[in-house]
């Protein structure tokens, strides 16, 4: 079964730091997946990308709000990929999901999804 778990979320004061995990169970993300990302929402609101690495080149992007604060990097012998978040907002908080996108690199078309975890950054 194919199967991606976060974990890491909590709540922190603004300015903090966490690092969420993405594990990947039932594949490796070299052979599925071509791009895996993460994505945060918040309840009542769309979900948006946040950031987004490439299978192939390890290439990155971000979405302009967390850019400088949040770094996106996996370890391949853990199957796993962290999101670095630092200087940590309020409007940060969301529930965060990461994602395994098998079709383009960069997280365009996302199909496995993991459950979720919650962040919350208090003022």
């Known amino acids: 079964e194919v199967q991606l778990v976060e974990s890491g979320g909590g709540l922190v004061q603004a300015g903090g730091s966490l690092r969420l995990s993405c594990v990947a169970s039932?594949?490796?993300?070299?052979?599925?997946?071509?791009?895996i990302g993460w994505f945060r929402q918040v309840p009542g609101k769309e979900r948006e990308g946040v950031s987004c690495?490439?299978?192939?080149?390890?290439?990155?992007k971000y979405r302009d709000s967390v850019k400088g604060r949040f770094t996106i990097s996996r370890d391949n012998d853990k199957n796993t990929v962290y999101l670095d978040m630092n200087n940590l907002k309020p409007e940060d908080t969301a529930v965060y999901y990461c994602a395994a996108d098998t079709s383009s690199r960069q997280c365009r078309y996302p199909e496995v999804w993991g459950q979720g975890t919650l962040v919350t950054v208090s003022s």
């Open positions: 690495i490439s299978s192939s080149d390890g290439s990155t």
């Open positions: 039932g594949f490796t993300f070299d052979d599925y997946a071509t791009a």
